[in-house]
């Protein structure tokens, strides 16, 4: 039996099949969801993402997901393969690298379907997708508003934009998907622009989660953080992907952009200590891109 899209207004007997691959942490990280919403996600998880492609300019017959999380998974739901994998504290999200490789790698060598759908961040899959695109499948990735001006995202997170400028098509789940879909938490979640917030509480709540995170940070990962961020201007992209995250649930809403500076200069304190001019030039000179 054909798969019916009732938002592509009909039967897909035309379209080029698609298979979606979705990392559970990077879509509630793009949504600015909790652990709890991701349970309405799921339910209309389909649609949210047939919606995303066709606004993107791809008209595709969404068949089937792969969800992989490391929470236990209680749902069984329609066209949606769960992949259970370890906690990212745990692996540095080895498991999901590994689950999610394999199977984009299988789906393109046995030319399962035209297209294929990538929710996750991890600059690791580069070679995979692109293993996958020389098979002669097509790969997309979802992404934020923020990729739609790579120029920039090439200088505030040069991982995140090499990753995204692999894709055949960058796949932005912004708010008008989210409206047309899956019902989030909040109904404009992946809108950047913020409501004013006064200064101070704005640094006194990105001061604590940033302090929760480094709490639980083993010394072992915090000297390699410290030996990282002497040598680079910026912060890894995990480390900046959990902040943000952690960030939205307190605020419940997304971060401007001069916000992310500022979250992100607070993180280089943390790590580094008290800097001297000359070792703050290059937070300063990030100001000017």
């Known amino acids: 039996m054909k798969r019916q899209h009732s938002s592509h207004g009909g039967a897909h007997n035309s379209a080029e099949s698609c298979i979606?691959?979705?990392?559970?942490?990077?879509?509630a990280w793009l949504q600015g969801q909790t652990e709890a919403a991701q349970d309405n996600t799921r339910q209309h998880l389909l649609t949210l993402l047939g919606h995303a492609l066709v606004n993107n300019g791809l008209d595709l017959n969404l068949r089937r997901i792969y969800w992989y999380s490391d929470s236990a998974e209680d749902q069984v739901v329609d066209a949606?393969?769960?992949r259970a994998v370890l906690p990212h504290s745990q692996d540095g999200g080895v498991s999901i690298l590994r689950a999610l490789g394999a199977?984009?790698?299988?789906?393109?060598?046995r030319q399962a379907c035209e297209h294929i759908l990538v929710g996750s961040d991890d600059e690791r899959l580069l070679s995979l997708i692109d293993e996958a695109q020389l098979h002669g499948v097509a790969v997309h990735l979802l992404a934020d508003e923020a990729s739609r001006n790579m120029n920039q995202l090439q200088r505030d997170d040069p991982g995140w934009a090499r990753l995204l400028s692999q894709a055949d098509h960058r796949v932005?789940?912004?708010?008008?998907?989210?409206?047309?879909?899956?019902q989030p938490r909040h109904g404009n979640a992946a809108v950047h622009a913020a409501p004013a917030m006064d200064p101070e509480q704005l640094r006194e709540q990105l001061n604590t989660v940033i302090?929760?995170?480094?709490a639980d940070e083993p010394e072992d990962l915090r000297e390699e953080l410290r030996e990282e961020l002497h040598n680079t201007r910026g912060i890894p992209q995990e480390v900046d992907r959990?902040?943000?995250?952690g960030v939205r649930r307190v605020l419940e809403r997304a971060l401007s952009f001069q916000e992310k500076k500022l979250l992100r200069e607070m993180v280089r304190d943390l790590v580094?200590?008290?800097q001297t001019p000359a070792a703050n030039a290059a937070p300063q000179d990030d100001h000017m891109d």
């Open 211 to 214: 302090q929760a995170w480094w």
């Open 20 to 27: 979606a691959l979705i990392d559970a942490r990077f879509l």
């Open 80 to 82: 949606q393969i769960s």
């Open 272 to 274: 580094l200590g008290p």
């Open 242 to 245: 959990q902040l943000l995250l």
């Open 103 to 109: 199977d984009l790698k299988r789906l393109a060598e």
């Open 172 to 182: 932005v789940l912004g708010a008008q998907n989210l409206r047309d879909g899956a």
